[in-house]
């Protein structure tokens, strides 16, 4: 198939675009370097040292005889979406491409209206190159766990069969988002639902959990080809951040009780899902929804868990919590689609931990202390930066 | 209390602040003059004449002796935004100032465009404002009918009791939304839901239905306080489009069946469940929604009341339906939270539909016929114009 992955040069998109292109599949990446340059605003930067993308292109070719095509360009700027679309007559768009941090998008009233504008419209043209150029294209694209909140129901996959008053109807899933990014992706959805509904597109929406590790099979072939490692608090996601704080024998910082549960799953995992999405694509017309993770763990056993990889201990600090969101809750998530599709989960395991220490051994003296420590506070209008 | 009516010029907003200012609130009006411009780049204009709103803001310190402020400005800029809440210092805020009509948002991509970034950043800088100035300004927001679509169960107020797999909660009642303007609404209800989880807004949501009528207590007082009255395909809505048709002596037209249900309310109920809505604000945190609509019919049913009104007849036409709709449905809406806030309906007769049909042929002169013609296909993804 030809793919198109849109925010090829990110943490997940590349590995996607290189896992594709491993699979025997015609891939091109698309990217803006949005994420390069919030590291600059941020003042941080990944803990594994990344290529440039056109580099990292051509030294996979160079390991695998494959060529990815590479594409720059704001997916905001409409033209420019509809010609990349028109040019590599892609089959399916794989769309990484959104400001994907929650903090980031609740530093203040500017980045929350970036992260909204930038995320919803750069979709509505994707939706819409899609709708002029093909719409048997399949729109794959990144939503995440966060859109549904913590509910005290069970949630499905996307889709809730609801009950009220004696008469039935098959509904969105409600959804209690936790940030403006997590809006954003709500937003998204329902944008692309009615595209289903209206044009007949092929969709499919994949509800993210919290993504750990940092190599795959293809990444692990050459240190040129490495994705970005985040420990910061705007962009680390939980897990890679405390195996960071424990190789350098800090404290693990868990926000308020840590009864906080999430989805997680294994990077390993991610680009494998997007393999069978885009191998066994939406009907014409269906806005397909799965959940993308593959276990759920309290914050609390997620730094417990890395803890019990070091003999000596490592000391847990629990912070107040910046979010405004609940400490205890039930969690109980629907993930089967993607395991039906052929999906044969990582699950979290000593093994990864260990090598994911590796990892951050490698690469601690680059490591930005600083930058660990949360500065963004939901109930605030305005956070202070560092 | 003060007042401030967003989008204060057009159909229902400038209504609205009279209304208010009548019942003896201090008032102050916003407006970017967008809807004003919507009709030069269609090549339109309102039936009845208005005047500027300043001239319209003099005229009724002339007949009543209350003054109302007029602010001119765009919320899609922040820093006036602020600014004019600052100045005014609104103990609640009327929010109609959004772009309101689906077909334009239909028209193709740009549009589409411009209504989700005017719509949602609009409404996030008013959010902002409120919750750096001062988080007990009460935001009432309007809402519309269409952002629930038409679900195969009762509609309740904005929030749905779910049971699921024998467990309970109070989700956001999940929404079908028939065009990215309705989309545009939904994506506000969301983020003002999150506005009051973590800011502790308040916040009314109103999902109103569609308006008929022109006239009034207040605009009746002097030919130049009238509001705008539109039958062009566009922003027409469906009952005062059917009217200027049936004094023209041409066929009223219907898209489909007509078997389309929809919630109706008059006008002089808008602008007084507006009133009761602000003297009764929500709770602090408390995202209050009430469905604003007086009764329910299918459009056939509407034509067909307005039909009833000629003794000579008039002629119905049935035109393929540009929008992607169910044809026949399940509607029943629960609106009983303005009723128990006071409101005693208007419900749609014969004696308002005589008053309507005097202002019609009052106007009838200026009637331009191309307009009337649908244009804007929901399957397209860029329909022809005039």
Redesign the interface.
Known sequence: MRILVLGGDGYLGWPTALHLSDRGHDVAVLDNFARRSYDDEMGVRSLVPIEPLQRRAQVWHEVSGKRIDVLVGDLCD?DFTTDALRRFRPDAVVHYAEQRAAPYSMID??H??YT??NN??GT??VM?AI??LDRDIHLVKLGTMGEYGT????I?EGW?E????G???R??????????YH?SK??DS??I??GC???GLRATDLNQGVVYGQQTDQTARDARLATRFDYDAIFGTVLNRFVIQAVLGHPLTVYGTGGQTRGLIDIRDTVECIRLACENPADSGEFRVFNQMTESMSVADIAKTVAASFPDGVDIEYLDNPR?EQAEH?YNVVHTGLVELGLAPHLLSDTLIESLLGVAEAHKDRVDLAAMRPTVN??S??SPLR
């Open positions: 409409a009233r500017k929350a209206v909204q504008y919803v419209v509505m043209n819409f709708a002029e509910p005290n129901i069970d499905e809730l609801v009950e009220h008053n008469r039935k109807d509904m969105l899933y409600p959804k209690k988002p936790g940030s403006f809006l709500v937003h329902h944008n639902e009615f509904r209206i044009w405004v039930y939901w109930r209008t305005a």
